[in-house]
């Protein structure tokens, strides 16, 4: 089995609605996005023979599923109150509603879904949200 390895990296706040600690207040992370994929097989057309994929074609792929991320307020759809949306949006602040709480383990699970989406056999995704912690996520 082959295995790829690609990261980006996006820089982004977010909070934790209903979370009893520090994580509760608006806070950012350089978030740090491992991608693996895998295949058992080499490509054997001439431009991309003995590889899996073209690195640069995975590198984009992962650079714009996560950049999309970049420099924004990340919210758990229906934590804020409409004023403070309102209030946000008036001042021009990016901000990103999602399905989800936005945890670690919650953003492993949706890139990995995501790159998947995009034709690639994706075997984990691992987000770090600091140099040193990070959650994984794989189907195995």
């Known amino acids: 089995m082959y295995t790829l390895v690609s ?31 895998y295949s058992e097989n080499l490509k054997t057309d001439e431009h991309t023979r003995g590889m899996v994929v073209d690195f640069d ?25 409409p004023k403070t949306l309102e209030a946000l949006t008036e001042e021009g602040i990016r901000m990103i509603e999602l399905e989800f709480r936005t945890t670690a383990e919650n953003f492993a699970k949706y890139f990995y879904d995501v790159i998947s989406d995009r ?11 600091t140099p040193n912690n990070c959650a994984t996520y794989c189907e195995d």
């Open 7 to 37: 990261e980006h990296s996006f820089d982004a706040a977010h909070f934790l609605h209903g979370y009893n600690g520090k994580c509760s207040n608006i806070h950012g992370h350089r978030w740090r996005v491992v991608v693996e994929i």
């Open 57 to 81: 074609e995975l590198k984009e792929t992962v650079k714009n599923v996560v950049d999309i991320f970049d420099h924004s307020l990340i919210i758990e759809k229906d934590t804020l109150m």
């Open 119 to 129: 034709g690639y056999k994706v075997k984990r995704v691992s987000v770090y949200e």
